[in-house]
């Protein structure tokens, strides 16, 4: 069968020019096309028919074959509750230049399918029962001929109808008992609740269990599931074995314990179990989801990556993804699309993900035919040609066959499979919605509909598997489980979450107040660092690199050499340390391998070459893994991946970051339902560290703010630290001390731009060697007593400052640097302030406009200070788009601080805009300073 597969992705003129040629000279063709016209000519001498005709009529077999395979898919009986949408042409024979006097006639073609030379009519009955029953499937569009043959080659012989033994179909039978009966009685007990019921796709828990089972069978040892709110507790229930009295508990109870925060709804809630299989123990994974439905969708994808990593030394064969959508959502949210490109790249790829579609044919309200411009909600799976199965909701046996070969087909070729449910919702949205109001129609036929349940249970009766009493007690038997469980779970108030991947997050806390106190030690000895330095700085010399990254590694080697550690430098050499004691570095991002601004230079291209060499990865053999990689143009799928790793590899530092920071927000669903609040809803820990480049340099609007705001905005207790440093030692310190503490949680790192070449913005290696990461930098050029005014700021902007300052020499003026900005460190902000008793006037100085930016955020923390703030204007847009505007702009800025007043202290720099001639006493009585704060935006 297989030496003809290409025989169907043919077209006709094309193997009539062949069989042409077969006949002058057989051995100018191809051996497997001289096997097939051999039967041809065999029909020839053993039928009474011309050659040609027989030769045209063979043909147009094999095209309808090609049909069948290509466009069945079209045809099948796949909708359980609604007349299939009509397409041409059909697959009726006469569009194949065949007719109903060809039915009983015999052709060669049916080798093609296994059949041998049959007559047409059975060659039509195989394809139709293969292609255009309750499985129908899109394939022929795969470009590797050897998967498309081993479909053929599976799907062909058994005609996609699964031939189960008795214990087969007893095991699908429970589960459908389970899925059915644990929605029922919860539709009885928690009347008006939501919930999300599953009725209508109950084929799901079998068509999983079957996934686990087979998954098993082949090597598969962990299972990471993504899944939205449709079905989540009857998986939890009946797949990840929840206990139903935890769930019904959830329903009813009025608090938490002490393990989470504000939790979250029950069906937002993830799980994790070791479920015991026919082939072994299998660790399930159910990760948490918001209602932003395709959320978790790159979160699944990434922990699967460090799990295949870490724990299975990158064997993908041990561990799987599967993400479960729903048709809109797959249809409608980009970030499917985000990740299915992700799929096939080096730095991303999981080895194939299982997705499965439960599709209700409608969204919240809307009709199919208003969610989507496509045929199927599963045409995104296209993009990376990955095999498309289209099953009926209401064939539990179907399913459960579609998912094993969709295990055995990424477990042997390592790509994404799609597996459409077509099926309904028995409810509307949720349990309290009216249908009705919008699907009248769609909705009159549900409401008579048997459920899956009760269709697989007659058929199991009509084969005489079961009878109806057995049905009956097993009915009975489950539902009087559900009610002890619910009994139980009526003892208590209390709602217990179970931290989530427990076995590997084990040894980290949540943080405490008192733990940002102060910061750990974090520095490395200066020998080990200058070797570190050493190694970084050396390139193979059996390997050509471009001149200019030749010079720059010398440059480097002189920047050691002569003590000034940059930016870069203090970077890579807190990952080097990390490596060397242990700690996995993982960093992606759009240009970040070099670093968008052509700063970090972590690898190195070789000349005329596409190799690159990482200097990160040769430190020592018993180095960490070290990977750095350039990631696809796109934010939340990325952001959303490295969330996943993390959650992964707790001993590991992953970093995402931007491009410019600004872009952060396209990923901002992933900062607002993962990174601040995940700890808090759902008990999860994880220690990413975001990379945002922002400044104001007159790029315009898109390039200068990375919305520090929005992250103070969200920032609560200890759920994230928000950095802004402003040397290359502490972000040095910053990093490693993400990894030497037993709590981990997001760090948000405001990057710079100018200040990787500036010359100001240097450490010495002893500052690297000696202490801790500095909450706050305190000003070393000043006379404490002299100052008159304490200048409060952060970032990049402290440098225009001390510019303006040394030219001044303005040692009464004190420029105090907040590099960590949450949990904010007032009491030590408060310590350096006492220095400074003979103080006026505090000031809070940023570039940003003044509704944007630290101010508020800061004002709020530092009532007893009054500060003044110093910024740009409130505005909606970020920055200005003219060069020449920000120039003027931020000179403003800094000469509003340094500006002299006309009271009678005129060294004061005191920032009132007085009047020539009044004293101190009167500006301020004037200004009403102490109650009202004068404002110095511009």
Partial sequence: ?????????????????????????????????????????????????????????????????????????????????????????????????????????????????GLGPVPLRDIISHLKQTYCGSVGVEYLYIRHPEMVSWLKRRMERVRNTPSFTVDKKMRIFHRLKEAA????????????????????????????????????????????????HRGRLNVLSNILKKPVRD??????????????????????????????????TVKVNLLPNPSHLEAVTPVVEGLTRSRAEQAYDKDFNKVIPLVIHGDSAIAGQGVVYEVVQMAGLNGYSTGGTIHIVINNQVGFTTNYLDARSSTYSTDVGKVTRSPVFHINGDDAEAMVYALELAVEYRQTFHTDVFIDILSYRKHGHNEGDEPRFTQPTLYKAIATHPNPRDIYARKLIEEN????????????????????????????????????????WGKFRHAEDSDFNESPQTG?????????????????????????????????????????????????????????????????????????????????TLEDMAESYFPLQHLSPE????????????????????YGFALGVPDGLTIWEAQFGDFFNVGQVVVDQFISSAEEKWGLKNGLVLFLPHGFEGQGPEHSSARIERFLNQAAGNNMQILNCTTPANLFHALRRQMKRDFRIPMVVFTPKSLLRHPLCISRMDELADGAFQEVLDDEDTDPESVKRVVLCSGKIYYDLLARKQELNARDVALIRIEQLHPFPKHKILEVIKRYPNALLNLWVQEEPENMGAWYYVENQLPELKPVPVARLASASPATGLSGLHVVGQKEIIGKVFKKCHCELKNDYCGLQCVEGKTRAEILKQHKYFETPQRFSI
């Fill in 181 to 228: 009966g644990f929605e029922s009685f919860i539709h009885r007990k928690f009347v008006g609740q939501k919930r999300f019921s599953l009725e209508g796709s109950e084929v799901l828990i079998p068509g999983l269990d079957a996934i686990i089972e087979k998954g098993a069978a082949l090597g598969i040892k962990e299972v990471m599931i993504g899944m939205s």
């Fill in 1 to 113: 069968m297989d030496s003809f597969s290409f025989v169907g992705n043919s077209d006709i003129e094309a193997i009539e020019k062949l069989y042409e040629d077969y006949r002058n000279n057989p051995d100018s063709v191809d051996e497997s096309m001289r096997n097939f016209f051999r039967g041809f000519d065999f029909a020839f001498r053993n039928f009474n028919h011309s050659g040609e005709g027989v030769v045209g009529k063979e043909f147009n077999v094999i095209n309808l074959i090609h049909g069948y395979r290509q466009r069945g898919h079209l045809f099948t009986a796949t909708n359980p509750v609604r007349t299939r949408r009509k397409y041409f042409p059909t697959l009726d024979i006469e569009n194949f230049g065949l007719s109903e006097d060809d039915l009983d006639v015999v052709f060669q073609a049916g080798k093609e399918i």
């Fill in 247 to 280: 769930i019904f508990n959830e329903f009813n109870g009025d608090q938490y314990d002490d393990s989470i925060s504000l939790g979250d709804v029950k069906y937002h809630l993830g799980y994790d179990n070791s479920i015991d299989t026919l082939s072994g």
């Fill in 623 to 642: 180095q960490a893994i070290f990977n750095i990689y350039n990631s696809p143009l796109n934010e939340y799928g990325v952001m959303g991946f490295e």
């Fill in 465 to 504: 598997v079961l009878t109806k009493k057995e049905i009956e007690k097993f009915q009975n038997d489950f539902n009087q489980m559900l009610e002890t469980g619910l009994a139980e779970s009526q003892k208590t108030d209390i709602v217990h979450i179970r931290p989530f991947l427990q076995d590997i």
């Fill in 524 to 604: 490395v000895d200066k020998d080990q660092l200058i070797d570190l330095a050493e190694k970084i700085n050396t390139l193979p010399a059996d390997k050509k690199f471009f001149r200019k990254l030749e010079k720059l590694v010398e440059d480097r080697k002189k920047m050691v050499k002569e003590d000034r550690i940059d930016w870069a430098m203090g970077e890579l050499l807190a990952y080097a340390s990390l490596l060397m004691e242990g700690h996995p570095v993982r960093i992606s991002g759009q240009d970040s391998v070099r670093g968008t601004f052509a700063h970090r230079h972590a690898g190195f």
